[in-house]
């Protein structure tokens, strides 16, 4: 199975701060970084967010970069999170993860209250840091820190009951990555998973649970999983879903095709 990057909870992100800026409005349309635009180092951490924002929309990365470092020294979580994604990403500076590293771990360190608005910023720095952690960052201090990354992938599955953590939660239980494999571990947080919309791991429940005997409900699963998800998501679920298909016999094929029908709909 691919390597699953936090794209999810970046949208997710996106969509807020779009809601935010356009909620409260933006001071002056121009977006070179100077007087004319109303915005200078000097501003609040907030006007300069928003102003970063905008400029990263227009195209003007390195404005929006400038910004969000003056932000950040301010102690703008929002900002931080944004120029962390663009070093990760190689996104309007040379990529570098190893910067990027070091400030989703200072987000992570400054904790999160509840109900916090940084909420989703502190998630996600903790899934950006668990894979770090899980694949390691060449030519750095960063290290592969398996039992780290379950660690923090545990956090935010338990705590904040993130679908993605909990799926890469239970593929490193189930593997062992990290500490002891133990299957009846993974399968619930697998079901827990895919209950909260993972096509990913619906794909996986439902290939154990075929390969334990349930063939019926597992080839559903597996049915409704490559029903739901995009094409290009789909290409590591298609051959499990082709062999339980082509295993099982007529009867379980049609009976798994309706009671797939259901779980497409989220219904159990």
């Keep these: 199975m691919p390597k699953v990057k936090t794209v999810s909870v970046r949208v997710l992100l996106l969509g807020a701060a779009l809601t935010v800026t356009s909620a409260a409005g933006f001071v002056g349309q121009a977006c070179a970084f100077d007087i004319k635009a109303g915005v200078s180092k000097e501003s609040g951490p907030f006007d300069l967010f928003k102003f970063g924002f905008k400029a990263y929309k227009n195209g003007q990365k390195e404005d929006a970069v400038e910004a969000y470092r003056y932000a950040a020294e301010k102690g703008h979580t929002g900002s931080r999170w944004a120029l962390a994604n663009m070093y990760a990403d190689g996104d309007g500076v040379a990529k570098n993860d190893y910067e990027a590293f070091k400030i989703y771990s ?9 109900g916090s608005e940084d909420t989703g910023f502190f998630v996600n720095a903790l899934l950006s840091l668990a894979d770090y952690y899980r694949h390691g960052i060449a030519d ?22 993130v679908a993605e953590a909990q799926f890469q939660l239970a593929k490193m239980i189930m593997s062992g990555e990290g500490g002891v494999s133990n299957m009846q571990q993974a399968k619930k947080w697998l079901n ?9 791991a619906m794909a996986v429940f439902g290939n154990i649970l075929f390969q334990e005997g349930q063939t019926v409900r597992g080839l559903a699963f597996l049915t409704a999983a490559l029903d739901k998800c995009r094409q290009k998501e789909c290409v590591w679920m298609e051959p499990m879903q082709e062999q339980a298909f082509a295993t099982a016999g007529e009867k379980d094929r049609r009976e798994a095709i309706s009671l797939s029908h259901q779980f497409a709909q989220g219904e159990d």
Excluded at 106 to 114: R, T
Excluded at 140 to 159: E, G
């Design 192 to 200: 827990q998973a895919r209950k909260n919309g993972h096509v990913g």
């Design 106 to 114: 200072e987000i992570a360190n400054q904790g999160v209250e509840p």
């Design 140 to 161: 750095s201090p960063v290290k592969v820190d398996l039992s780290q990354a379950r660690q923090l992938y545990f956090q935010v599955a338990s705590t904040f009951g």
